[in-house]
């Protein structure tokens, strides 16, 4: 247990529809970061929060949208799903700026049919 | 920007045969480097990082990465393959400049043969 808790773990659901990915940060941890795993794009970055706020953006679609709650907390929410939303959704939390480390979870696998 | 770039997507050892995953980096600023392993259906679990201390870095597993400023590079090396390192290795840089975020390398697969 790597200390950062997402859930679901799996998740199937139809095009169109709208999904809300949960991810819970280590203990004393700030920052949360949503990461998107696909075979064709990789790993890829995709929003950060640091206590509240957002602080980076990556690649991140225009029908994705996150948010950190005050206990840290954080909820990547996606819209009008697509078959290219198909992914694995990891969440990691560090505890300020990264450059101590970062900790994943175990990811939501999202599978849009 | 910060990047990475994997060398190798794919590569073949045998058992007890040393492991190089070479990595050169990118960078405007002084990096944060990271390799990171995937198992197979498993989430991501941190090897080593380097964070401008000492340039040779040891990891967990018997795994190592030597940071050279004048190459770019931080190549991924391991005396001696073990079956259980078969997995999905991402080389990943972060810097100040990009919140910190992490940038992925597209991935080495390790195989290793018996």
């Known amino acids: 247990d790597s200390g950062v808790t997402q859930t679901p773990k799996h998740l199937i659901t139809a095009t169109g529809q709208r999904v809300t990915l949960r991810c819970s940060p280590r203990?004393?941890?700030?920052?949360v970061y949503w990461y998107q795993q696909s075979l064709d794009q990789g790993l890829q970055f995709l929003i950060q929060y640091y206590n509240g706020e957002e602080r980076a953006k990556g690649n991140i679609l225009e029908r994705f949208s996150a948010q950190q709650f005050p206990d840290l907390h954080s909820e990547l929410n996606l819209s009008s799903l697509e078959l290219g939303d198909s992914a694995l959704y990891f969440c990691?939390?560090?505890?300020?700026?990264?450059?101590?480390?970062?900790?994943f979870g175990s990811g939501t696998r999202l599978t849009v049919v | 920007a910060q990047s990475v770039t994997q060398l190798d997507s794919h590569v073949s050892v045998s058992e007890g045969t040393p492991v190089l995953l070479r990595c050169n980096y990118s960078s405007s600023y002084s990096p944060s480097l990271f390799w990171y392993v995937q198992h197979p259906n498993k989430g991501l679990q941190l090897l080593l990082k380097y964070t401008s201390a000492a340039t040779l870095v040891k990891g967990i597993n018997g795994f190592e990465a030597e940071f050279k400023k004048s190459e770019t590079s931080f190549h991924l090396t391991k005396p001696s393959a073990h079956m259980s390192d078969a997995a999905e290795y991402f080389c990943v840089v972060s810097g100040e400049n990009s919140g910190y975020a992490l940038n992925f390398g597209k991935g080495t697969s390790l195989l290793v043969t018996p």
């Open positions: 990691a939390s560090s505890a300020s700026g990264g450059s101590y480390g970062y900790t």
């Open positions: 203990s004393g941890d700030l920052s």
